[in-house]
């Protein structure tokens, strides 16, 4: 099943180097995780742009069951993208401010929004689910689209194959009847698939966006609450960009570990998942980034022979939602910067939905100015704890990825990292952020 919601909202608006930089290693570990199986997973970054032919950039997801039984997931994606306003030339055109939705004489709002699209998945037992967010994936699964038979998207293909029942070396047929006489005691039973399952491709391009998935239960419509089949899921993404088949010169590939909160105890269930440290685990209370300072100079440059840099693009997302009420979670992040001679500088910024940006253009619109500038700081590194705060209903937790870019950029006169396109530079990598501690508060997700 596969249902759209949108919702007009003025809400809604990494490379972890620690080993590498400082070794300032946090010592209390969250109860989040990002390398143990869950039932809830969270992909704070989606990215579509472009298209195939021109290099564009994709998100190759993926999801695993790690159990010995078939494992269902409800998922929501969520498109985090602003829009041009009405007075635009190209009213309802994706855009990052207004500069993107030009006007007669004036550029016209970029007007933020949220809208989510429900989808489920079914997981084989110790297999894995992977899709394109471009295209999505068909609910027929099968290697011949014929053997769908024009059945709809999340229909059983009408020779998907079975066993039967306490033989099964013996492969059958459980759409035809007759196929069972080839089994002892006459059973034939459908093997497990992924059949049931609709991924929607990204309903718009370009996109940046986020996915949570719950795991659910295969024998009814409520979150899997059983001991013996609860966290089962693990999952990964990987931001490609280079074009179908990664034929482009200078593909890349960046990879993140989604993030996972495991049920700990079942609970009454009345619509509403509480990450509390009773039911499922709490968010965490601190997100570490170690990173370079933006425009450090540690790669060389030869091709501009002017100088070269690093970027870092940090993305954050609430740790709750209310999808029922179309009401997407929101705190404030508490940032402290701490560099190599152990000073500390702070910005705070609102997390309302989705939040991305370049590090030194969190605090400021002059990224030469920023406290994430290496120019500023004196030092090529640092480290970054965000901290979430708030009084939303659906709680303050935060998580995040950082992408990390060893591009090339000028920095002469007029500082060009104003338009920089992080789409287009030099080597990346993504990753996760260290997760440290349990939140303070309690945070939801409210199902419709």
Known sequence: MVTTRRVASAACAGLTLGALLLGLAPTASA???????????????????????????????????????????????????????????????????????????????????????????????????????????????????????????????????????????????????????????????????????????????????????????????????????HNALIGHAAITTGGYAMKTPGAEVERYNAIGLQHLSAQPYAGTLSMDDVQYAKCPSTLVLNHFYDGAPVFADTDTLRGGGTLTDLTLVPCGDDFLRQDPGDAVAQIVTINEFEQRLSAAKKVECFYESILSRIDTTRPERSIFNAGVQGTFAGQTLIKGAGSSPTGHGLLGVARTSAGHYYVGSGYELNNFDFSGYGAKAAGNLWQKGSNGGIDLIVQP
Not at 62 to 78: E, F, G, R
Not at 131 to 155: H, I, T
Not at 198 to 219: D, N
């Open 31 to 229: 109860k989040s995780t990002s390398d143990q199986p869950a039932s809830i997973l969270v992909y704070p970054k989606i990215v579509v742009s472009g298209t195939d032919l021109d290099g564009g950039t994709d998100t190759v997801l993926d999801i695993s069951n790690v159990s010995s039984k078939l494992v269902a997931a409800h998922c929501w994606l969520i498109n985090a993208n602003s829009h041009c306003a009405s007075d635009a030339k190209d009213p309802g055109r994706p855009c990052t401010d207004s500069s993107d939705c030009p006007a007669s004489g004036y550029n016209a709002a970029c007007v933020p929004g949220w809208s989510e699209i429900d989808f489920e998945v079914k997981v084989t037992p110790e297999q894995p689910l992977a899709w394109s967010a471009r295209r999505g994936l068909r609910g027929c699964f099968s290697r011949n689209p014929s053997d769908c038979n024009g059945l709809a998207d999340g229909k059983f293909p009408l020779n998907q194959p079975g066993y039967c029942k306490n033989n099964q070396q013996l492969a059958c047929n459980p759409s035809v009847p007759s196929s069972a006489s080839i089994c002892p005691g006459g059973v034939c039973v459908a093997a497990d698939s992924n059949a049931g399952s609709a991924i929607p491709p990204v309903p718009e391009i370009p996109f940046v966006g986020a996915i949570k998935c719950v795991q659910y239960s295969t024998a009814q419509d409520v979150p899997d609450q059983d001991v013996a089949t």
